[in-house]
């Protein structure tokens, strides 16, 4: 399915960074090594790299990989992209100082558990984790998103999975979005922060 949709020309969210990443800038510290989880097209992991972070990131679409390379020689920057199923991905332990994972949603609430765990158990004592997504009342605005209630974030369950973290930021709102024909117009979404401790 992902195939399909990145073969089409051009960047299905866009090449430019989430504003979730723009948002929260001050996390994004250079010479922190970084995760980017099931990165796409590249537009978030490329833009940590031109903030000076040794970035890895990972996708399941051979075409957005090399879209997503594409656009790292594009703009200049070394990141280290690897094509991969995150039900398989090697969550190795304490690797990251950061771990982002932005529209991660296409996955069910069991195998949601498992990514979390992961990104969990390969941030580094003290490292920092953000994730961005949508509300179960992203379904009705319809401007991005999968069709499934159970795969939207809300911040009770979030809370609740990142309990263990001590929590930076955890806030749901509303806003137009803007990034590629992938996701645009108004929004419901949400952002957590959080770190592990030491």
Do not use: C
């Not at 010479?31 to 992991?45: I, P, Q, T, Y």
């Amino acid at each position: 399915m992902w195939n399909e949709r990145y073969s089409k020309a051009g960047y299905l969210f866009g090449t430019e960074p989430a504003q979730f990443l723009l948002d929260h800038q001050a996390y994004l510290t250079a010479g922190a090594k970084a995760l980017a989880v099931a990165d796409g097209e590249g537009r978030n992991s490329v833009y940590m790299a031109e903030q000076g972070l040794d970035v890895v990131a990972m996708d399941g679409s051979h075409i957005a990989v090399a879209k997503a390379r594409a656009l790292a020689m594009a703009r200049g920057v070394d990141v280290a992209f690897h094509e991969a199923d995150i039900a398989r991905w090697d969550w190795t332990k304490g690797q990251y100082d950061l771990v982002v994972a932005v529209f991660i949603q296409f996955v069910g609430p069991t195998q949601r558990d498992q990514i979390f765990a992961g990104m969990k158990h390969t941030l580094k004592p003290g490292g920092v984790l953000m994730l961005h997504g949508y509300t179960p009342e992203q379904i009705a605005l319809g401007t991005g998103g999968p069709p499934q209630a159970e795969n939207m974030y809300t911040a009770p369950m979030l809370q609740q999975a990142f309990d263990d973290f001590e929590m930076l930021e955890l806030r749901a709102y509303e806003r137009h979005v803007d990034e590629g024909e992938g996701h645009s117009g108004t929004s419901a979404l949400i952002d957590l922060v959080a770190r592990k401790p030491a």
